[in-house]
């Protein structure tokens, strides 16, 4: 038996044979012969295969639309049956046209704003407003068609005392023609204008078709007090004003529309009246502040007591109150609240 060590000087042995070199060139020799016959029979006939076919093409035994007539008949196919879908739908849509949710209602379920109590203190703004997909400026007057639909955003609540709001209502000649909720996140104004107002961002969409007409068609936004009957009134109200182009012939008429009312319109008598309560003050004086925090500025003072008043808002451990004149926050572990 040969040992590992052996093994190995035995190869190498091999390759210091007199008659190893000679062999080895050999064989490589005959695999390079090999491998370009072989290299040369594929280029040969490839070359006769194109040859044949070119020639073939040339005297019209093959017409190249052949090889692909398979193929471009199920694209065709395919694009046929595309455009004849996009022919059903269009003709669908122009039958039925579209349906569009609104934040307006109808005028039989509209009425007049006398029902609320109007305060004279802003509560918010109109911060965008686009007719027909246009966005437009800030000022002026909104130009617009009988069938014109007016896109609107803002943000509502008590810049003061970050009272929050659940609804905007929206009013055009003095009724109340539209309602939409308050429940997008604006923390640019809980930032810039009052901690407890991250949730006030609100959104509408309303179509001129059902609006009154008046001489002073004034298009205004308010917010709705969450207790009581009070609203307040949004920055950017605007005037609306007939587009000069309305009703010619050369104006491009948009593709019928479905009204569809999305909500149903608050009404005073559907409110209770708000519920008084009574605060036990159990500190010597509670500081009343102007939002929910220890660093808000002190608007007011309860002395230790009994206070009647109304709870407006909360926020964690604090409470908006108002009792007689004072309004603000308090700290809800030094009141024991009843009634």
């Not at 050369?250 to 319109?265: D, N, R």
Request: charged share 20%.
């Amino acid at each position: 038996m040969i040992a590992v060590s052996d093994q190995v000087r035995f190869y190498w042995t091999d390759l210091g044979q007199p008659d190893f070199w000679p062999t080895m060139r050999i064989s490589v020799q005959r695999i390079l012969r090999h491998s370009i016959f072989a290299v040369l029979s594929i280029a040969l006939g490839i070359s006769l295969a194109l040859g044949g076919y070119l020639l073939m093409k040339h005297y019209g035994l093959i017409s190249p639309t052949e090889t692909s007539s398979a193929a471009k008949s199920d694209v065709a196919a395919s694009a046929e049956k595309a455009a004849s879908a996009a022919e059903r739908n269009t003709q669908e849509q122009s039958a039925l046209g579209r349906v569009l949710s609104v934040n307006t209602v109808p005028s039989t379920q509209q009425y007049d704003i006398g029902e609320w109590n109007g305060i004279r203190q802003f509560a918010g703004w109109i911060d965008q407003m686009a007719v027909d997909g246009i966005r437009q400026p800030h000022n002026g007057p909104l130009q617009v068609r009988p069938d014109s639909i007016i896109k609107l955003s803002g943000w509502a609540g008590h810049p003061e005392f970050g009272m929050r709001v659940d609804n905007v209502l929206i009013s055009v000649c003095k009724r109340i023609v539209g309602v939409a909720e308050v429940t997008k996140l604006r923390p640019d104004v809980a930032k810039k204008v009052h901690m407890n107002l991250l949730v006030s961002g609100w959104s509408a969409t309303v179509a001129v078709s059902q609006m009154p007409d008046c001489a002073q068609r004034v298009f205004s936004v308010w917010a709705l007090a969450p207790i009581g009957f009070n609203i307040f009134p949004l920055q950017g109200g605007r005037f609306l004003k007939p587009r000069p182009d309305a009703g010619t012939q050369t104006e491009s008429k948009p593709s019928p529309v479905s009204i569809s009312s999305a909500g149903v319109l608050p009404r005073r008598v559907d409110r209770e009246n708000p519920k008084v309560v009574r605060f036990d003050i159990r500190t010597q004086r509670l500081r009343i502040r102007s939002c929910p925090n220890t660093k808000c500025k002190v608007v007011g003072k309860f002395s230790k007591g009994k206070h009647n008043g109304f709870i407006i808002d909360e926020a964690e451990n604090w409470i908006l109150v108002q009792s007689g004149k004072q309004v603000g926050w308090i700290y809800l572990p030094f009141v024991d609240i009843r009634g």
